[in-house]
């Protein structure tokens, strides 16, 4: 019998807090206008940027009403719009990226990749990438198999 705190879910949990917590330093460190998760959204608009709110919480695994309250923030601190749009038969609110915004997201997207290759040159690149694909594919599988939902 294996002891769980020698399981994969139970390593994957302590160096998840842990890159977190490194994370979080690097933001309140270089004291960014942004949170980390207040990035993570930005990052995400980059990615997706017809993306809604509801969407959004299923892609950053928080709540739609947690994810509002980003939002609001970074409305609040003029790096984001939400506009009315018709999607369907539906009205949405439609998210874009300010000039400040994109200014801010650039300045620190460097700056964070910068800290990313450089807390990464011990390892090969190859290995990072297979690692994220095997951490993605483990989540997945997890949610789907465990019906998991964050609303």
Same mark, same amino acid.
């Given at each position: 019998?294996?002891h769980?705190t020698?399981?994969?879910?139970?390593?994957?949990?302590?160096?998840s #807090?842990?890159?977190?917590?490194?994370?979080?330093c690097?933001?309140? #460190?270089?004291?960014?206008?942004?949170?980390?998760?207040?990035?993570?959204?930005?990052?995400?608009?980059?990615?997706?940027?017809?993306?809604?709110?509801?969407?959004?919480?299923?892609?950053? @695994?928080?709540?739609? +009403?947690?994810?509002?309250?980003?939002?609001?923030?970074?409305?609040e601190?003029? @790096?984001? %719009? #939400?506009?009315? +749009?018709?999607?369907g038969?539906?009205?949405?609110m439609?998210?874009?990226? =300010?000039?400040?915004?994109?200014?801010?997201?650039? =300045?620190?997207?460097?700056?964070?990749?910068?800290?990313?290759?450089?807390?990464?040159?011990?390892?090969?690149?190859?290995?990072? #990438?297979?690692?994220?694909d095997? @951490?993605?594919?483990?989540?997945?599988? +997890?949610? %789907?198999?465990y019906?998991?939902?964050f609303?």
């Open positions: 019998m294996e769980y020698r399981s994969l879910p139970y390593e994957l949990e302590l160096t #807090r842990v890159l977190h917590e490194v994370a979080k690097f933001f309140e #460190r270089n004291n960014y206008p942004v949170s980390q998760d207040e990035f993570i959204i930005l990052d995400c608009l980059y990615m997706y940027p017809d993306i809604i709110q509801i969407e959004l919480a299923k892609l950053i @695994l928080k709540g739609r +009403a947690h994810t509002g309250k980003f939002l609001k923030s970074l409305e601190k003029k @790096l984001i %719009e #939400r506009t009315p +749009a018709k999607q038969s539906k009205i949405v439609k998210i874009s990226v =300010t000039p400040k915004g994109h200014e801010i997201y650039e =300045t620190i997207s460097k700056s964070l990749d910068e800290h990313i290759q450089e807390s990464n040159s011990d390892y090969e690149i190859e290995k990072v #990438r297979e690692v994220i095997m @951490l993605r594919v483990i989540r997945e599988k +997890a949610v %789907e198999k019906s998991i939902k609303e």
